[in-house]
């Protein structure tokens, strides 16, 4: 089992930055593909960026390439999300997930709260 913490989310206006960290407990993460995901008021969870164990391969969402920028530190079994040029549609609240089998991720965290105000 892989427990994982999200942490550094907040309120933040339009146009700054935030890093997120997700902390993994239980188990290395190091054989684990890992990524984010938002969630906002009344919309599904969306998928926002990966990184693949392998080799570290990325893949984001159109809306955030070029803004955001994920990556792992295997040593402390954490994986971090840096979002630069916060607009308010990027408030949601923000999980990360672990173990990608096929379309479907086995753990979650609980996520963190993002609030971009204009």
């Known amino acids: 089992q892989v427990q994982l913490v999200e942490s550094g989310g907040g309120l933040v206006q339009a146009g700054d930055s935030l890093r997120l960290s997700c902390a993994a407990s239980g188990r290395t993460i190091r054989y684990y593909s890992m990524g984010w995901f938002r969630q906002a008021p009344g919309k599904e969870r969306e998928f926002v960026a990966g990184?693949?164990?392998?080799?570290?391969?990325?893949w984001y969402k159109d809306s955030v390439k070029g803004r955001f920028i994920i990556a792992r530190d295997n040593a402390k079994n954490t994986v971090y999300l840096q979002m630069n040029s916060l607009n308010p549609e990027d408030t949601a609240v923000y999980l990360c997930?672990?173990?990608?089998?096929?379309?479907?991720?086995?753990?979650w965290g609980q996520g963190t709260q993002v609030t971009v105000s204009p």
């Open positions: 990184i693949t164990w392998s080799d570290g391969t990325t």
């Open positions: 997930a672990a173990d990608r089998i096929g379309s479907s991720w086995r753990y």
